[in-house]
């Protein structure tokens, strides 16, 4: 699994064939911190025409434990051809470090992104979110446990997404790697770590996608999530991608598609009607 996830970035979105693309200016190996004599660094991606663009920071998956920002570089390829700046980040990886420092890393690369947004041409405003897997995980907690200070999230993708832990029985060594121990021996790191215990009615709109025949985080993850989330009447939207599992629904060019259809409706659409409707 761990092997296929890093490989992830290579292979091509599935499905029907892509739009001729747009010229992008792309910037690699940016530094974002050094922590524990380790670099963090992140890729932007933003089309190369002088416009302002609304801003996606995006975070790769890999259990916690592996994968890169290369990984998601085909996603932020598509988010910078339709008019996004998408900037791909790196954390600590487990067992070196132990969560949050992963959650913790992207707080840090999210006040970062938007400290730096003027000078990439984009905009703090209009600031979006989006994960996969673990990743997913990641960007939940950030749209759903926002922190004084940190910047006002408009809109969130979370693919795949682990909401909680409760499908992993008590004594079960998966994640201790990650989190120190089992959920019998850790309750309370677990817990902070399911985006479902943060979620309010203040949280960001959130574009959910989840393969039907997931193996590797289960569906009703997803599914349960999204339930809560319309119980707190927050704008949110679940498609199920039939009949694939984990890494499948990861390339699939359809699920793809509607993530950047999304974040088009909250970051680009009505920051456009909301320009129009003041003149």
């Known amino acids: ?23 992008l200016h792309i910037e690699r190996n940016l530094l974002v911190r050094e922590i524990d004599g380790q670099k963090l660094e992140a890729d932007l991606y933003r089309p190369a025409r002088e416009t302002v663009c609304p801003l996606v920071m995006m975070v790769h998956g890999g259990a916690w434990s592996a994968g ?35 959650l913790d890393d992207c707080r840090f690369a999210l006040r970062w992104a938007a400290q730096h947004a003027t000078a990439w041409r984009a905009d703090p405003q209009r600031l979006g979110l989006w994960g996969y897997s673990a990743g997913a995980q990641l960007v939940a907690m950030l749209a759903c446990q926002p922190l004084p200070g940190e910047p006002t999230i408009s809109a969130c993708v979370a693919g795949g997404l682990p909401s909680d832990f409760t499908h992993i029985p008590l004594d079960n060594q998966m994640l201790s790697q990650v989190m120190g121990g089992s959920r019998r021996e850790q309750p309370e790191l677990y817990s902070a770590a399911s985006p479902m215990e943060f979620a309010s009615r203040d949280t960001c709109p959130i574009f959910l996608f989840h393969g039907s025949s997931d193996l590797i985080v289960p569906y009703s993850s997803s599914r349960r999530f999204y339930e809560r989330l319309r119980e707190l009447s927050v704008e949110s939207e679940l498609l199920t991608v039939q009949g694939k599992g984990h ?32 003149e």
């Open 68 to 102: 890169d920002k290369s990984n998601v570089e085909r996603h932020a390829r598509q988010l910078a051809e339709n008019g996004f700046a998408a900037v791909a980040i790196q954390y600590r990886l487990a067992p070196q470090h132990i969560y949050p420092a992963q």
């Open 1 to 23: 699994l761990l092997f296929a996830i890093c490989f992830q970035g290579t292979l091509p979105l599935e499905g029907a064939e892509p739009q001729p693309t747009s010229p």
């Open 247 to 278: 890494l499948l629904t990861f390339i699939d060019r359809a699920a793809a598609e509607k993530t950047v259809a999304f974040l088009k409706s909250h970051l680009l659409e009505q920051t456009a009607a909301t320009d129009r409707s003041g």
